[in-house]
Nanobody, 127 residues
Framework: QVQLVESGGGLVQAGGSLRLSCAASGSPLKNYHMGWFRQAPGKEREFVSAISWGSSRIYYADAVKDRFTISRENARNTVYLQMISLKPEDTAVYYC????????????????????WGQGTQVNVSP
């Protein structure tokens, strides 16, 4: 079982940047594919990005493509989400999630495909 803790959220002006981190403990990160999701008030949780255990597969939602970059350092048990050119519509709680590396249902864009979730980190983008 893996525990996930997100960090790096905050308040930023439109056009700004943030880097989110997701630290894993309890089980090596290399055992999992990882995803980032977000949830805005009154909306369903939505897929942002996913990365395979060895970084060979990477996927993005259309809304964040070319602005967000997912990466991972298995040796540090950490996954990152670099966000640039942020927009007010990016405001949400961002969650990282882990799916066992045996799963091959790419792009792993559905919340139900993940077994473990962090508590989330708030990102607020002002106009």
């Amino acid at each position: 079982q893996v525990q996930l803790v997100e960090s790096g959220g905050g308040l930023v002006q439109a056009g700004g940047s943030l880097r989110l981190s997701c630290a894993a403990s309890g089980s090596p990160l290399k055992n999992y594919h990882m995803g980032w999701f977000r949830q805005a008030p009154g909306k369903e949780r939505e897929f942002v990005s996913a990365i395979s255990w060895g970084s060979s597969r990477i996927y993005y939602a259309d809304a964040v493509k070319d602005r967000f970059t997912i990466s991972r350092e298995n040796a540090r048990n950490t996954v990152y989400l670099q966000m640039i050119s942020l927009k007010p519509e990016d405001t949400a709680v961002y969650y990282c999630a882990a799916a066992p590396r045996g799963i091959q249902r790419w792009p792993l864009a559905k919340p139900e495909e993940y077994d473990y979730w962090g508590q989330g980190t708030q990102v607020n983008v002002s106009p």
